[in-house]
């Protein structure tokens, strides 16, 4: 046995069909193995919350060992970790293929898993994961429903955090009457013949959040792409089933992979590549629903033929290049890694992608910015989910960038919040977007209203 890993890390299948993974007793004895192999190593402690509420659990116990922990005590360790990857991808020496087998956020999963199989999941966010249904309910009261959410708002704010524990604080997303799908359906494109990329052909998967919250992103993907002469066309089977994940919804999770993964195959067989909006949204097709439901060609199919937006964009760049036309943005830009794009283990394709405007001036912001879906917006998590994220809005803050750009639209929105702490005054000279709507900026190019 040898310290640490140089091996590539690997991931096991998520074997939630097999009773074993919801045995209380065997899930202890792993919850136990793995703790006690992290308080050894800690080097983990500055990635969230999880480590350092399981440090001092331990330090504060009587023994100062696990030995003396009490299991009920485990919770609060669980209920932190916002399943970043980040442990697994950047900190942690013990990942497979090394003999210790340490996955701490599939670990929690299992967990959370546990609870929901023994019906201890929460009601508020068991359906605020039910984002299909929510976004549908919402768009025709959108204006209402955001004016609602607004932070300023101290009226209805006050009264979500004292009924449904959704801190007044929190940044909500904003619900739009017309989604991407129709937007696009209303708003064909000509292609650009001359482009060197023409003859691509890439079926836009909305995500929920850019069908129903983010239209912005998908309308800036669809017009860049048509300047590169690339075919394309927007649809939205259902949502990836992150939020499901999150609350430890497997089962609802593979449901959505089989229907979601059917549909948009159908396009894969006909020679259009698939790019997901949302970070998190590549992930889940790519890597989480083949560990998941590892049995379904379909999924397997899909995982193949999937990039992320910024992925796609440099993936074609160098290839046969970018369209001529673009003009300097004139402005510096912040460009915050998103945790689920770090975790798909692509390199910095944002980066990448926003060096490719003329006279780029890019900043990368490489920490957590400790949002974790709806995990952040919870009375409770969401000052902590400013402290994690804290590093990341001061590294933004210092670069005096302009733009602040973020491959997750939440996360983006949270640094804006995180910077607002610091300064209330910079956030008005600032402005958050998706790096491909300051690739849409620099050709001049935007959507109808």
Known sequence: MHDGSLDAPTRHIIDWTNPDFYDEEKLDDELRRVFDICHGCRRCFNLCD???????LIDGSETEELDSVASEDFKPVVDACTLCDMCFMTKCPYVPPHEFNLDFPHLMLRYRATEKHKGKDKLVPRELAKTDRNGKLMAPVAPIANWASKTSNGLTRGIMEKTLDIDRNAALPKYQAKTLVKRAAEDPLELNKDAPAYGRKAVIYATCFGNFNNPAT??????VLARNGIETEVVYPGCCGMPLMEQGDLKGVVENAASVSAELGIWVDKGYDVIALVSSCALMLKFEWPLLAPDNEAVHKLSRATFDVSEYVMEFAKKEGMAEGMTPLGDSVAVHLACHARAQNMGAKAAE???????ADIKVVERCSGHGGSWGIMKGNYETALKVGKPAAKAALNSKARYIASECPLAAEHLMQGIEKQ?????ITRTALHPIELLAKAYGLTAKD
């Not at 998908?218 to 017009?223: F, I, M, N, Q, Y």
């Not at 992608?353 to 006279?359: G, K, S």
Request: net charge negative.
């Open 50 to 56: 999880s480590f350092p509420r399981l440090f001092d």
């Open 218 to 223: 998908g309308e800036a993907t669809r017009r």
């Open 353 to 359: 992608m926003l060096r490719l405007l003329p006279e």
């Open 423 to 427: 300064d209330p005054d910079a956030v």
